[in-house]
């Protein structure tokens, strides 16, 4: 049945511009409305309107980018009927609005960073990131967030170093009680005669219960995104390979980790071009 929800979600990047119905897209997958709804979420995580949703925010930031489209121009053309509907689901998932996101985009990639401040009674997550076969040293921007796709700003998060080949270390610190999504955006070099082609990967570790003054292990293995796979949303820092020391263990890598924090101007990541 995974080729029936990828037909629909093909159908969804087609026809993300139309007012569609859940009917609609059932039936681009040959299925029942109320069976598809069920299948749908049961594979990608999300309902297909989330889906949908995703889809659009992800072209806006797309249009917003490459042309020169006014605002209101770009949220018709991503199936917007109204102005301040567009620019809220924007900016929430973003984490800048479409003018701010556009403005920024010249100057490069800074961070968004995690909510979260030292909050009393709050919890941790910790655990390794490891990369898929094939791939060299990696970029790795991981956070908490309360949804299965990456919108909205993460509750606390960090850029890792992790060598190709072996796993790193993390520690997400100040994560409130909860329940969270890890999730992980990476840039990869590639290996041998690839060496210099950099692939963008995901990963993710899905409810991670977090409680007051404990730590929650979450282990994270990188990959390549799948058709089934919501586009990356949140503007995210420029994520560049660099070597890691040759030291072995998570004591090597933790030292590279960077919490991330609040810069005055955030800035576009590069990649919005490379990851849907």
């Given amino acids: 049945m995974d080729s ?6 093909e159908y969804l990047w087609e026809r993300y511009d139309r007012p569609l119905t859940l009917a609609e897209i059932a039936e681009s997958a040959g299925l029942s409305r109320f069976y598809f709804a069920r299948l749908f979420r049961n594979i990608t995580g999300v309902t297909p309107g989330r889906f949908l949703a995703a889809i659009r925010i992800h072209q806006a930031k797309r249009l917003l980018l490459d042309t020169p489209l006014r605002i209101t121009d770009v949220s018709v053309l991503v199936g917007y009927s109204s102005l301040g509907s567009f620019s809220n689901c924007f900016t929430s998932s973003v984490g800048v609005s479409p003018g701010r996101f556009r403005r920024l985009s010249p100057i490069g990639a800074t961070e968004l960073s995690g909510r979260s401040a030292t909050l009393l009674g709050a919890g941790a997550i910790a655990g390794t990131i490891s990369l ?12 908490a967030f309360s949804t299965r796709i990456v919108q909205h700003r993460a509750v606390s998060a960090m850029v890792v170093d992790v060598p190709g080949g072996r796993p790193s270390c993390y520690h997400l610190p100040h994560v409130p009680n909860g329940t969270w999504f890890v999730h992980a955006v990476a840039v990869a070099d590639g290996v041998g ?8 990967l ?6 991670v219960t977090v409680v007051a003054d404990g730590v ?3 282990a994270v293995r990188l990959r390549r995104r799948r058709v089934i796979d919501p586009p990356v949303l949140l503007a995210l820092p420029e994520l560049t390979p660099r070597s890691v020391p040759a030291a072995g263990g998570c004591p090597a890598t933790t030292a590279r980790q960077a919490p991330l924090a609040r810069s005055a101007e955030p800035r576009r990541s590069a990649l919005a071009r490379t990851l849907p």
């Fill in 132 to 143: 898929p076969e094939g791939h060299g040293n990696a970029q790795v921007y991981l956070g």
């Fill in 202 to 207: 995901i990963g993710m570790h899905p409810l």
């Fill in 216 to 218: 929650t292990s979450a």
């Fill in 4 to 9: 029936a929800v990828e037909r629909a979600i």
């Fill in 193 to 200: 005669p690839e060496a210099r082609r950099s692939t963008a």
